[in-house]
């Protein structure tokens, strides 16, 4: 279809557009069930369209086996040798905030692995975790390597102390876990921290993807004179931009994990991408950027009796979650973390020549659980019965001359063919990422070629889904540049559009499998290769879009 072709062909008659839902992002992984899911095929007309629901994740380094075996020193981690309290207690924690999603750093994951693991072959501390969660969980782990010594020189891995399995980070999902990429941290194997691995999974039917991570951090080997600190700092710097890599490459994406520093600058890529959950509060009493890691300022134990005589904590933020989406909520549930008093005075029997010495700790791990819950749903949702507002954006889209409101199927709007439109300011979609749109559309009789949506650049829409009246086809497209020249990925109906009944439509940019695919009524028409991507950053637009820099294709039916 050239150019010329995208105009006006007969004289005015009104049309209607119902429904338009645009999202931010769209699924990655299995794009053609985003709109089998998005599209109600069998619905009434005013059914509602596609909404994202909310994540609701905690991030949490359960110090699965790692950290100290005595209590009161540093980093002792409480039930580091009891797989079932750990369980225990991250089920608890879902229970408790009604989560979708768990990330654990320092978890004993997989099978027993003979010769290396010193248990006895039974469930590893996430099989336990997964049954405590029930079926309806998924997991993924990615595997963590110690730092390197003479008898292991890549770093050992198995767990330790009576526990099956490997040392790892973990993610599960509420749902059914189908795609994952992992990806190992930079970390020099004599660098004497250590390396780990970034774990990314996506569930079906999920548009948010998770991103877990545990990054190691070199200040104290520049400390003691083991490195510089700007070698320090790259080391640092290469796990983030890592992170940083994988989550752009998601559509919609939560990242969390033990990123174990507290400097705000260390972690500036993520945040200059992403929203972070604790930098804000959320109600009357809320304090933002709470601690997650509790650890004693002094390592002070009685010589005689190995008592702890110091448990005075230090506190720092070292857990973080990040997301592409807003967040309506997150908190630091510093209660979950160890701050027990284990001086005599406090517990008397808590001591390494007690038989046996019998010490109650008051959380789990020495890190504290961060939990938050992302915005959800459509970045713009308008239903189009008397106004076009709503979505997450908060984004009000405004009428031009020409455009009315009807109370058909619903709701809709009435254009006139010839100036009417509905804009929103500035970009809606980022037309290099995944995305989705969807709309109700009836096509009049007698209609020419006619836009129903588009997102503006600056000489052409950079994506737009119309009626192509000549083949009398649905089509959803995107141009491979911002010029003149009419070179336009499309996805093509292959039946023919049923003008006058009302329709719904869909396409779906997938950035990462390149293609953009068309459904009609819930069903996959078409799908084309798009591997040229750019950012139309100008106004999204109902009812026209733009070629050769002028408003084009007023829709008209």
Known sequence: MRPQERGRTRPYAPGRIRGLVVLLAAVLLGAAALPGRAVAVDGPPASDAYSRPSVRAMTWNVCGEA?????????????????????????????????????????????????????????????????????????????????????????????RAGLTGTLSVAIGVKG??????????????DAGQSRTQALCVGAAGWESHLC???????????????MTQAEADGLYADQIGVIEEMAAGLPSVVVGGDFNTRLRAKLQPLYDTLYECDERSYFPGDTAAEPTHFSPATESTDPATGAVTDSRYSTARLDYLFSSEAFTGCDSWTEKADRADYT??????????????????????????????????????WRMNGTASGGSL??????????????????????????????????????????????????????????????????????????????????????????????????????QAVPGVWTRLTGVHDAVARTITLYVDGTPVGTVAHTATWAANGPFVVGRDLVKGRANAFWDG
């Open 67 to 159: 950290g100290g075996a005595t209590p009161g020193t540093g980093a002792y981690c409480p039930d580091r040798d009891d797989p079932q309290a750990k369980a225990a207690a991250v089920g608890e924690a879902v229970r408790a905030r009604d989560l979708n999603a768990v990330m654990l750093q320092e978890v004993c994951s997989g099978p027993f692995l003979s010769g290396l693991n010193s248990g006895s072959g039974g469930p590893s501390q996430l099989d336990r975790i997964a049954a405590e969660l029930g079926p309806e969980w998924s997991f993924r782990w990615a595997e963590v390597w110690r730092p390197a010594t003479a008898a292991f020189p890549q770093g050992s891995s198995y767990c």
């Open 176 to 189: 059914r876990i189908d795609w994952q990429r992992t990806r190992t941290m930079p970390v020099p194997v």
């Open 212 to 226: 877990t991570a545990h990054v190691a951090n070199f200040d104290a080997a520049a400390r003691q004179g083991r």
């Open 344 to 381: 005599p005075a406090a517990q008397p029997s808590c001591s390494t020549i007690a038989t046996p010495p019998v010490c109650t700790p008051t959380g789990t791990s020495d890190h504290a659980p961060v939990y938050g819950s992302t915005q959800g749903g459509p970045g713009l949702d």
């Open 394 to 495: 908060g984004l009000t889209g405004t009428p031009s001359p020409g455009a009315s409101w009807s109370t058909g199927h619903g709701g809709a709007l009435e254009l006139d063919g010839v100036s009417g439109t509905v804009t929103a300011p500035g970009p809606v979609v980022d037309t290099r990422r995944s995305f989705t749109v969807s709309a109700w559309a009836k096509a009049d009789p007698e209609a020419g070629i006619s836009a129903v949506l588009a997102q503006d650049g600056t000489v052409i829409s950079g994506a737009m889904l119309w009626y192509n009246a000549p083949d009398r086809t649905w089509r959803f497209g995107m141009p491979r540049a911002d010029g003149p020249d009419w070179n336009v990925d499309q996805a093509i109906s292959r039946t």
